[in-house]
C-alpha cells in the first residue's frame, strides 16, 4: 500500500471514530509502529488531525470532522432523549413524514414505533432498521438508496433522485452544526445535497439538535435558520442563543429535562404515562 493511501484510511478512521491508536493502526496495515507514527505526523503538519502521545485526535473544529454513528451515540444522551420525546408530540398518526440520518432523529425513531399509520421516507439505515424491526402492520418504511457516509446515511444522486419525487407533512432534521450565519450545515457535503431534498419534499421543517449544535459549522449548508418551522433543542441553549433563534425561526422549542431518558429502552407497558403534547416543551416563539 502507498503512503497516500495509508493517510487516506487514517484520516478517514480518525474522522470515523474521533481518535487512532498507533498501535492498532500498525495491526491492522500491516506496517511498524514507526511508519505509523510518521504517516501521523504528516497529516498532523497539515492541519488535518492531531496527534497525540499514543495516537491521533481528530480536530472537532474542522468543518470536515465527521463522527461515526456510534461515536455520536455517546454524546448528550439525555438532551437527545428529550428532544426526541418532545419532538414525537409533533407526529400526527396517519401521516407521511421523513426523517434525516443522525443520532437525534435516531431516538425520535425509536418512539415512532407507537404511533399508528405512518408512512416514514429516510435516508438513514438505523432509523430504517429500528422502525422495521418493530413491524408494524400499519407503518410503511421507505429507504432511500445511496452511498453510506460514516454516520450511517445514506447520500448521493440516487438518494437525491427518489426525494425529489416524494410529498411529506413533516421532515425531521438532524444536523451537525447550527450558526445564525451558515444555518444548518453537516461535514458531508453529498449529505447536505440529500438533506436538502428531504427538506423540500416536506411542508413542515422541523431541526431536532441539542444546544452543543450551536455556533458549530459544517463545510456544507443544508438550509438557513428561516428555512426552519420549528427547532426542538434543550435548555442549555443559552440565552443569546435563544433570541436569535426565536427571531429567525418559527417556532424554537425546548424540551424539558427528563431522568426517565435514559430508560427509554423499557417496555412501552412499564413506562409512566406520557405527558400531554402541551405538557412537553416550551415554546420560546412563534411567529
Same mark, same amino acid.
Given at each position: 500500500m502507498l503512503a497516500r493511501q495509508r493517510q487516506t484510511l487514517i484520516l478517514s478512521r480518525v474522522r470515523e471514530d474521533g481518535g487512532v491508536r498507533v498501535a492498532d493502526l500498525a495491526r491492522e496495515l500491516g506496517v511498524s509502529d514507526m511508519t505509523v507514527r510518521r504517516d501521523l505526523e504528516i497529516l498532523d503538519s497539515r492541519g488535518l488531525i492531531e496527534k497525540v502521545h499514543g495516537g491521533a485526535t481528530a480536530l #472537532?473544529?474542522? /468543518?470536515?470532522?465527521?463522527p461515526g454513528f456510534a461515536a455520536k451515540s455517546s454524546l448528550q444522551e439525555a438532551e437527545k432523549e428529550a428532544i426526541a420525546e418532545a419532538a414525537m408530540a409533533l407526529v400526527v398518526p396517519g401521516t407521511a413524514i421523513g426523517i434525516s440520518a443522525g443520532t437525534t432523529t435516531y431516538a425520535l425513531a425509536r418512539r415512532l414505533v407507537?404511533?399508528?399509520?405512518?408512512?416514514?421516507?429516510?435516508?438513514?439505515? #438505523?432509523? /430504517?432498521?429500528?422502525?422495521?424491526? /418493530?413491524?408494524?402492520?400499519?407503518?410503511?418504511?421507505?429507504?432511500t438508496g445511496g452511498v453510506r457516509t460514516p454516520s450511517d446515511a445514506l447520500v448521493g444522486p440516487f438518494a437525491v433522485a427518489a426525494l425529489r419525487t416524494i410529498h411529506l407533512d413533516q421532515v425531521f432534521l438532524g444536523v451537525h452544526g447550527m450558526?445564525?450565519?451558515?444555518?444548518?450545515? %453537516?461535514?458531508?457535503?453529498?449529505? /447536505?445535497d440529500t438533506d436538502r431534498a428531504l427538506a423540500a419534499a416536506g411542508r413542515r421543517l422541523i431541526v431536532v439538535a441539542d444546544s452543543s449544535k450551536?455556533?458549530?459549522?459544517?463545510?456544507?449548508?443544508?438550509? %438557513?435558520?428561516?428555512?426552519a418551522d420549528t427547532l426542538v433543542t434543550d435548555g442549555a441553549l443559552d440565552a443569546k442563543a435563544r433570541e436569535i433563534a426565536s427571531g429567525r425561526i418559527r417556532e424554537l422549542m425546548i424540551a424539558p429535562a427528563t431522568s426517565d431518558a435514559a430508560n427509554d429502552d423499557e417496555p412501552q407497558e412499564d413506562r409512566p404515562a406520557r405527558p400531554a403534547p402541551e405538557a412537553m416543551v416550551a415554546v420560546e416563539a412563534s411567529h
Open positions: #472537532p473544529g474542522s /468543518a470536515l470532522f465527521e407507537d404511533v399508528p399509520g405512518l408512512t416514514v421516507v429516510t435516508n438513514s439505515v #438505523p432509523v /430504517a432498521d429500528v422502525l422495521h424491526r /418493530a413491524g408494524r402492520a400499519d407503518q410503511t418504511i421507505i429507504l450558526d445564525p450565519r451558515s444555518g444548518f450545515t %453537516t461535514p458531508n457535503v453529498l449529505e /447536505a450551536w455556533g458549530v459549522i459544517g463545510i456544507s449548508s443544508i438550509a %438557513t435558520l428561516d428555512e
